[in-house]
């Protein structure tokens, strides 16, 4: 394979594995879920048989009429602790997500920038007009302690010579707006 394809497909493989990465975070947590609604419907299936034989155990008119009351008090404070547990499980299947993706996200930077470092005495000079496409990746491999390859000289003059003007009305501008705002201040006084 030449250098001119290796890039590229190094780059699509980078993405394609991430793309892979994040799929799988997906459906473990998923996975997580659905075994926690299998483990509450376990719990609740073994609480229902539990209070069928209470019922089926009773032995007088008495205790038989007192079931449905304690059978009350006791769904309420199992239902307060499942409520306090599904926040808990929440909280951490959420971090555990969270932290997931973010090593994934780190993996895959780390990955592409490599890339790119390797590949970028290779990489042709950017012409005038694709400079603003290209900053944001040269200023992330610049971060990264890496070099890009650097625009002509003569595209960096034009590209401060449009800068320039625009910085000097805006400052012009503001200017302008401060001094109304200063006379306004000195009249109500």
Same mark, same amino acid.
Request: aromatic content about 6%; proline content about 5%; overall charge positive.
């Given at each position: 394979?030449?250098?001119?394809?290796?890039?590229?497909?190094?780059?699509?493989?980078?993405?394609?594995?991430?793309?892979?990465?994040?799929?799988?975070?997906?459906?473990?947590?998923?996975?997580?879920?659905?075994?926690?609604?299998?483990?509450?419907?376990?719990?609740?299936?073994?609480?229902?048989?539990?209070?069928?034989?209470?019922?089926?155990?009773?032995?007088?008119?008495?205790?038989?009429?007192?079931?449905?009351?304690?059978?009350?008090?006791?769904?309420?404070?199992?239902?307060?602790?499942?409520?306090?547990?599904?926040?808990?499980?929440?909280?951490?299947?959420?971090?555990?997500?969270?932290?997931?993706?973010?090593?994934?996200?780190?993996?895959?930077?780390?990955?592409?920038?490599?890339?790119?470092?390797?590949?970028?005495?290779?990489?042709?000079?950017?012409?005038?007009?694709?400079?603003?496409?290209?900053?944001?990746?040269?200023?992330?491999?610049?971060?990264?302690?890496?070099?890009?390859?650097?625009?002509?000289?003569?595209?960096?003059? /034009? %590209?401060? @010579? #449009? =800068?320039? +003007? *625009?910085? !000097? $009305?805006?400052? &012009? /501008? %503001?200017? @302008? #707006? =401060?001094? +109304? *705002?200063? !006379? $306004?201040?000195? &009249?109500?006084?």
């Amino acid at each position: 394979m030449n250098s001119k394809t290796e890039l590229p497909l190094s780059l699509y493989k980078a993405n394609l594995e991430l793309q892979v990465k994040i799929g799988r975070l997906i459906q473990e947590s998923g996975q997580q879920w659905l075994d926690y609604g299998n483990r509450l419907i376990g719990d609740s299936i073994a609480e229902s048989n539990a209070e069928m034989d209470e019922l089926l155990q009773a032995q007088d008119w008495q205790q038989l009429a007192s079931l449905p009351a304690e059978s009350l008090w006791r769904q309420l404070q199992q239902r307060v602790g499942d409520s306090q547990a599904v926040a808990q499980i929440a909280v951490n299947a959420q971090n555990a997500f969270a932290s997931g993706l973010q090593q994934i996200l780190q993996d895959w930077q780390y990955e592409t920038t490599h890339l790119l470092g390797q590949e970028a005495s290779l990489m042709p000079s950017v012409p005038e007009g694709w400079d603003d496409l290209v900053k944001p990746w040269e200023e992330l491999l610049q971060a990264t302690g890496m070099t890009a390859v650097a625009p002509k000289p003569a595209a960096k003059k /034009k %590209a401060a @010579a #449009k =800068k320039a +003007p *625009a910085k !000097k $009305a805006a400052s &012009r /501008k %503001a200017v @302008a #707006k =401060k001094a +109304p *705002a200063k !006379k $306004a201040a000195k &009249r109500s006084r």
